[in-house]
């Protein structure tokens, strides 16, 4: 299983941004689609943006559309999650994912890492 390493998380007040960013191989990078998931205290891990590695098509929940971006970017073999229009709503752990998109769509693939807190501050 590849390693992925999630940062960019923090304490921001309503109405603020946040970019977050999944470290990744060259190899895992190229190779894979990716998402980024979050969860709340007592709920489930729920997809909050993927991207395709095959057409750079993207999905995104619908809590979010229009407020956050997903992107890739090859200069640092990273995924990143540009966050805007932030509500306590989104106050979550974070963690992103690699694997087949059907993966992505599908709530994720293999193992996951620590993630990173995002807490919005009414």
């Known amino acids: 299983q590849w390693q992925l390493v999630e940062s960019g998380g923090g304490l921001v007040q309503a109405g603020g941004s946040l970019t977050l960013s999944c470290a990744a191989s060259?190899?895992?990078?190229?190779?894979?689609?990716f998402g980024w998931y979050r969860q709340a205290p007592g709920a489930e891990r729920e997809l909050v943006a993927g991207i395709d590695v095959e057409n750079g098509q993207t999905i995104y929940a619908t809590s979010v559309k229009g407020r956050f971006t997903i992107y890739r970017d090859a200069v640092k073999n990273s995924v990143d999650l540009q966050m805007s229009g932030l509500t306590p709503g989104d106050t979550a752990v974070y963690y992103c994912?690699?694997?087949?998109?059907?993966?992505?769509?599908?709530?994720?693939?293999?193992?996951w890492g620590q993630g990173t807190q995002v807490t919005v501050s009414p």
């Open positions: 060259r190899v895992t990078f190229n190779a894979n689609s």
């Open positions: 994912n690699a694997g087949p998109i059907w993966a992505v769509r599908a709530g994720g693939f293999g193992s």
